[in-house]
């Protein structure tokens, strides 16, 4: 991964929401899985799981131009 493609990721993550951006590092970041998320965050595994999703699905809209890319 290129230097450029690292600081787009570090952007991205950092302009998520708080909440969307804790469950996103924690999962995928640490590595742990939702039910310790949800039980370190007070919430309901449901509510990590759909914040995983949002999260992600916000990361592909802003890295979209690299995942082109990473295919040619």
Avoid at 15 to 20: N, W
Avoid at 33 to 50: R, W
Wanted: glycine share 10%; hydrophobic share 45%; aromatic share 4%.
């Amino acid at each position: 991964m290129n230097r450029e493609l690292s600081r787009a990721i570090a952007r991205a993550v950092a302009d998520l929401t708080e909440k969307l951006r804790v469950v996103f590092v924690l999962g995928q970041v640490r590595g742990m899985k939702y039910a310790d998320i949800a039980e370190i965050l007070g919430i309901p595994e449901g509510t990590v799981k759909s914040r995983m999703s949002n999260a992600e699905k916000a990361l592909r809209g802003r890295l979209s131009g690299w995942l082109s890319r990473s295919g040619e």
